[in-house]
């Protein structure tokens, strides 16, 4: 960690290497942004709004699997509890916005309470008490006739902005596109601050991190937090997606989706989420369509990609392109001059 000649430390100024990445993290998704709100019809807006929302609970998900190590099978409670939040809102017809901010808060207030009790435990423990308090959750709102019950909350439409319709499909995914940009340039910030680098080093070895005076304890639980308002904040974009807060939303499958995206893209890049995301959608929308055992033939390509690929398609890629003398960046890795 250095400090230039006006007191700014060089670890956080950006390098004439990550320019064009900058570069392209802002223009190239502006642009697909554009060419699809004005081109797409109905079916491909659908699509890519519902991959812009998968792409921002990937993301929550990694910070904790992919950067700090933390493999939890609770994430869909706070996804759940922020498109419930956002369901019990829209016939108040409140500002969007408002809605989407109070899903996040409500996501983040659940997990720092749950992350107080589970990041006490580690590993498998840890594992399985998310997945505890998780299906608590479901259990809760399956039953609960105040939220819905079995059916939960449903005809979800978001309230309009300054006179904009934002439940009409183009301008909702103009909307989805632009929270899911901001959420992810959070976390894309997270990944290259200290405390991102701190979080790698927990995952890397937690008793060093700790030896080294890093409160292990506390950045696990800022992590678990964040995690859990971007979840929350994705849940509430599901709600003006799919029109409907139910409580498969918090069941453990839900929360086992974004671990698997993360998996196939690669854990250990900050895009890996990304791209998992993009192709998990299109082969279950894909394959959902050709035939009913499509869960088997998604749990084959998995497995492919797995044997083929332990560190994702981006980890298979960065090592072809090794051979060639330049490579992908992992999270929060600078190219060395």
């Not at 400090?3 to 190239?28: E, M, N, Q, Y």
């Not at 998992?276 to 369509?289: C, F, M, N, P």
């Not at 083929?308 to 298979?316: A, C, H, M, N, Q």
Request: proline share 4%.
């Amino acid at each position: 960690m250095s400090v230039g000649s006006k007191g700014v430390r060089s670890d956080l100024v950006s390098t004439p290497g990550d320019r064009p990445w900058l570069v392209a993290l802002l223009a190239i998704p502006a642009a697909f942004v554009v060419v699809v709100a004005l081109v797409g019809n109905t079916s491909q807006l659908y699509f890519w709004t519902t991959v812009a929302e998968t792409v921002l609970f990937a993301l929550s998900v990694n910070l904790l699997f992919g950067q700090t190590g933390m493999l939890s099978f609770g994430q869909a409670a706070y996804f759940g509890i922020g498109a419930y939040t956002v369901g019990l809102l829209a016939s108040r017809q409140v500002n969007p916005l408002a809605m989407l901010a109070l899903g996040s808060l409500t996501g983040g207030l659940a997990a720092a309470l749950i992350g107080a009790v589970t990041l006490r435990t580690t590993a498998l423990v840890f594992a399985m008490l998310t997945l505890a308090f998780g299906q608590a959750l479901y259990s809760i709102t399956f039953h609960l006739q105040a939220v819905g019950g079995e059916n939960g909350i449903v005809g979800i439409v978001p309230a309009g902005i300054g006179g904009i319709d934002v439940g009409q499909p183009r301008v909702l995914w103009v909307f989805t596109a632009i929270v899911v940009s901001i959420g992810s340039c959070i976390l894309w910030m997270v990944s290259r601050s200290p405390f991102g680098r701190a979080l790698r080093m927990i995952r890397d070895d937690a008793t060093r991190a700790e030896m080294l005076g890093i409160p292990v304890f506390r950045y696990r639980l800022a992590a678990f937090v964040l995690s859990g308002a971007m979840a929350g904040l994705a849940g509430g974009l599901y709600a003006f997606v799919q029109g409907v807060a139910s409580p498969d939303s918090l069941f453990w499958t839900t929360s086992g989706e974004p671990v698997i995206i993360s998996l196939l893209g690669g854990a250990r890049f900050f895009y890996g989420p990304v791209l998992g995301s993009v192709i998990y959608v299109a082969a279950t929308d894909t394959l959902s369509q050709m035939t009913p055992a499509w869960i088997f033939w998604i749990g084959l390509g998995f497995l492919i990609v797995v044997l083929l690929s332990p560190d994702g398609i981006l980890g298979g890629v960065r090592r072809l392109w090794l051979r060639y003398g330049t490579h992908i960046p992992e999270v929060g890795r600078r190219r060395t001059p």
